[in-house]
């Protein structure tokens, strides 16, 4: 399988470096605007085509698929001119800018026959492939909540805000781990350094009463990767800055006992054993990549494909608009 990259900045070269390693695929061209950039690249790899010219890389009749790694304002005219060219699309996350611009991809892309991808890499950790089974088997029992801090000191970004920058992550998640869509959603947040908000809170409210909220921040002065998920059965605790033990389960709950009357409640706590799972110890977009290659080898669409993506920038939306209006609910 023959790659362009187009971008070679923060994520370009990881998404180079797997591709290049990967058995079944190579990386004919490089695309990228910055000269610093693309003298990186050249010295990094100096057996491929390296160019300021994305239509290089669009034309190349030996170019079988193209990774879009750019600013997010970028991934619609350029997924759209790979695809018009009969390319299979990698769309670094989120997938569009609007929902409308998302449909159109998705609706070009089967018309052509050629598959789409976006980089939600979170899926391919070992964290989120555990826990994936772990509610698939009834381990958690019923879900009540997802609730993520995803906080850190920067990388501030001149074109989204922080929910565009980092809930994309934990969106993708719950899509993937919650067998449902949001019914509603709330967001609220606060500008402080520049035009575009630098802290914000997402709340959404799915069917049978599941909850998740995520708190986005550029302002943290720490950095921090914690996600809760309680059940009716147990608890989980994912921290994905853990050098071991990242995902740990609590035997612990409530369980009460209706007694003569709703104001009768009798609440009793169980606690008992953590234990932590072992987990697969993968590099995530290695696999990602990889599974991408295989599905464009056998015609088979991604879970993460352009719907996927396309659901979650319509979560963004919504909680955009929320923000907009001053935290107001928006029905999805």
């Known amino acids: 399988m023959n790659f362009g990259v187009i971008g070679?900045?923060?994520?370009?070269?990881?998404v180079v470096r797997n591709l290049t390693s990967l058995d079944g695929s190579q990386v004919l061209a490089i695309a990228e605007l910055s000269p610093t950039a693309r003298k990186r690249a050249q010295k990094a790899y100096p057996g491929i085509h390296v160019t300021a010219d994305v239509s290089d890389l669009m034309k190349s009749p030996d170019i079988d698929a193209i990774a879009v790694i750019t600013p997010v304002w970028t991934h619609y005219e350029l997924a759209k001119a790979a695809i018009e060219n009969g390319k299979h699309v990698f769309?670094?996350?989120?997938?569009?800018s609007t929902t409308a611009q998302g449909e159109k991809l998705i609706e070009l892309a089967q018309r052509k026959n050629l598959r789409i991808m976006v980089d939600h890499t979170f899926l391919f950790t070992g964290a989120v492939k555990k826990i994936a089974s772990l509610l698939g088997?009834?381990?958690?029992g019923k879900l009540y909540y997802y609730d993520s801090t995803r906080v850190n000191l920067g990388l501030f970004q001149h074109d989204i805000n922080?929910?565009?920058?980092?809930?994309?992550?934990?969106?993708?998640?719950?899509?993937?781990?919650?067998?449902a869509s949001p019914e509603a959603i709330v967001a609220t947040g606060q500008k402080h350094l520049n035009c575009h908000e630098d802290i914000a809170f997402m709340t959404l409210y799915f069917p049978e009463k599941?909850?998740?909220?995520?708190?986005?921040?550029?302002l943290s002065p720490v950095k921090v990767r914690t996600t809760l998920i309680g059940g009716e059965k147990r608890m989980?605790?994912?921290?994905?800055?853990e050098a071991d033990e990242k995902v740990k389960i609590y035997d612990k709950g409530v369980n009460i006992t209706n007694r003569e009357g709703v104001y009768e409640l009798l609440v009793s706590y169980r606690s008992g054993d953590m234990w932590a799972?072992?987990?697969e110890q993968v590099e995530a977009l290695r696999q990602e990549l990889s599974y991408f290659v295989d599905c464009i080898d056998n015609g088979k669409d991604p879970h993460n494909d352009g719907c996927a993506g396309l659901r979650v920038v319509r979560m963004l939306e919504a909680a955009t608009d929320s923000l907009n209006k001053n935290g107001a609910l928006v029905y999805l």
């Open 8 to 14: 070679f900045g923060y994520w370009g070269p990881n």
């Open 91 to 96: 769309v670094e996350k989120p997938f569009t």
């Open 137 to 140: 088997e009834g381990t958690l």
């Open 162 to 179: 922080v929910l565009w920058d980092l809930a994309p992550h934990d969106l993708s998640i719950m899509d993937y781990l919650i067998n």
């Open 210 to 218: 599941v909850i998740a909220h995520i708190n986005v921040n550029w």
């Open 236 to 241: 989980l605790v994912w921290n994905d800055l």
């Open 277 to 279: 799972p072992q987990l």
